[in-house]
Each structure stands twice: as structure tokens, then as C-alpha cells.
């Protein structure tokens, strides 16, 4: 493809040959003469400098380089778009492979492939066009869109509900119990998930992910969110619209997620806690209480319960604390200067006091 057409195709503005062929998509330092890479961001300028790239993407014009160069105002996205070009995804060939144990009452769409060694239980439901990978489990009443990827070794269990163009990677775990006892003297007796798990369209779940169903009603995974991998959703939980949640992330019991929240890689949320639309967490941080919607908060710390209760209750209270203290630093230092206050390590003066005089009477 010219750097012409491929500029056209990404809605970027051309600067230099746009004859220069291109062939594939690379990284900067392992881009050859017939590469494309990009430079997302000005960090990227001197690698861009000294690739071998025959073109760049870039969201702003190098002045001194000596290639071509197409500015777009989002490269990630142009990254994606041009990988989409170079490296589309394999046309799916329709068919149920002779080693697959597919229940007579199920009820699969037009073009839909599975592989060997999957089961597909009784009166589920599978989308047109859904592919379902090997060894991949799914139980009785399960309902899978249309156009999603269902990779290996994935268990979807009983009555779960997942939407179109759902992405599940290898060997996550959909619809599992939840984590529910109750105790009995010393010993905890089970409590029943009767449950489902709900996802939406467009939802992406990673590699060893768990979600759990509802002891009652739903799970519910709501339309755009991306989880990494590694990542425990428990029963009851509902996570809105378009959330990122990075890999190590654990979610305790009915928690809610806003739309558009953000839970950085080791996040653990404290059950029955709500995370508000637009909120940021940091990476390793313990949420125990709310997050307000727009929030950014991080941090946590393992100490005796005792000490923790009393961090937490001055916690708040530190920057105020911080500032009266420096106000009171600064007046000391100025008492100091002006001779009223005596300095930890200067010796005080002694003053002498004057007796008055005692004249005789005249």
C-alpha cells in the first residue's frame, strides 16, 4: 500500500512521498526500509530519528527528519486502525468439528465454528458468526451473542448471558460460585449462588479471568468494559459502561463500578463498596470505603488494626495539620530572630534585674 492510500485510510495528513510503498507495520528500533511505525508521543522523537522506518505516524511533524511522515491527532488509534490493514483477522470457516459434544437442543446461528473438544450443554444458544475454540465448556441455557471469540480452555457455566462481539480469553472461568457461607457454631455452611453472570456487547475479558454468579439475580458487566487478566469479579458485582480494569484487580462482593472508571493493575475492593463513574484508583491501593464519581485516589499500607483505625481517623486531617505546623515553624523562627524565643541550641540569656535605688529621705 502507498503512504497516499494508507494516509487517506487513517485520516492523516501526508508530509513528503506519498509513492513510498508500504509493506507492514514494525516497532521503531526493529523497522525495516518497507516498515511503518510510529512515534505516539514526543518521548519517541529520537528513537523515530534513528529508525530505519520508511515512513512514521507521528501526532505532530518532526521537522528534521528526512522521511515521510503521517500527522494524525490520535496515533494509538491509527495504530490499531493500521494493524487492522496489515494484519486483518483470519476469515472464520463455518463448521462443528466431528470431535465437539454439541447437545441436540442447542441452537447455533449461521457461520458459526466449533472446534474440537468443546461442549456445548443443553438449550444454549450461540450468535451467527461466534467461534468457540477448543476444549472450552459451555453448560446448560448458556446464551453467546453474535461475533464473539470464545478462546481455549474457557468455562462459560450455567445460564450465563454474554452479548455480541464479547472477546474471552484463554482460560477464564465465567459463572463459577460465589464465594458465599454462612456460619454455623464452627463451621460454615454453603450458601447457594442461584444466580447468572450478564455481559454486554463489546465487553473484553482476559486471560484466567473469574467472574462469579449472583447468589440472587445478576453479575453484570455492562457494554465496552475491558479486564485485563487475572482479574476476580465477585457475585453481585455490576461494572458500568466502558471500564478499564488493569490485570491483579480483586472485587469483593456487590460492589458497583461506575461507567468510564479506572482500576489500576492490584486494585482490591472491599465488598458492598461503589466506585463512582469517572474515578481513577491507583495501582495496589485497598478501597475500603467509596470513591466519589471523577475521583482519583490511591494508596494502602498493612499495619496492626489498632494503629490502622487511628492512621486512617488523622489521615484526613494532614494537610491541614501540615499547614499549622509550618505556620507555627515559621513564628517560632521569627520569635527567634527577634530575640523573644530562645533557641533549642543556643544557651539563654540570663538578664540581670536591676534593684532600685534606696536614697535617704529628704
Known sequence: ?????????????????????????????????EALSFAVDDRYFPAARASRACAL?????IPDLDRPQIVVKNPCLALAQALRIFSPEPEIEPGISPLASVSDSAVLGLGVKIHPFVYIGEGA?????SEIYPHCYLGPGTEIGEDCRIYSRVSIREGTRMGSRVIVQDGAVIGSDGFGYAREGEEYRKIPQVGIVEIEDEVEIGANVTVDRATLGRTLIRKG????????VAHNVEVGKNTIIVAQVAIGGSCRIGDGAVLAGQVAVAD?????????VGGQSGVLRDVPPGAKVSGTYAMPLSDWLRVQAILPRLP????EMREIREKLSRNEKSGRVCSPNRPKKIRSKKKPSRGRKT
Do not use: F, Y
Not at 272 to 280: C, P, R, S, T, Y
Open 1 to 33: 500500500m502507498t503512504l497516499a492510500e494508507l494516509a487517506r485510510l487513517l485520516g492523516g495528513e501526508l508530509c513528503g512521498d506519498g509513492g513510498v510503498r508500504v509493506c507492514r507495520v514494525s516497532p521503531l528500533p526493529e523497522a525495516g526500509p
Open 57 to 61: 505516524v507521528v501526532p505532530q511533524r
Open 125 to 129: 444458544k450461540i450468535g451467527a458468526r
Open 225 to 232: 468494559t475491558k479486564i485485563d487478566n487475572l482479574v476476580q
Open 272 to 280: 458492598h463498596v461503589e466506585i463512582g463513574a469517572g474515578a481513577q
Open 320 to 323: 491541614a495539620m501540615w499547614k
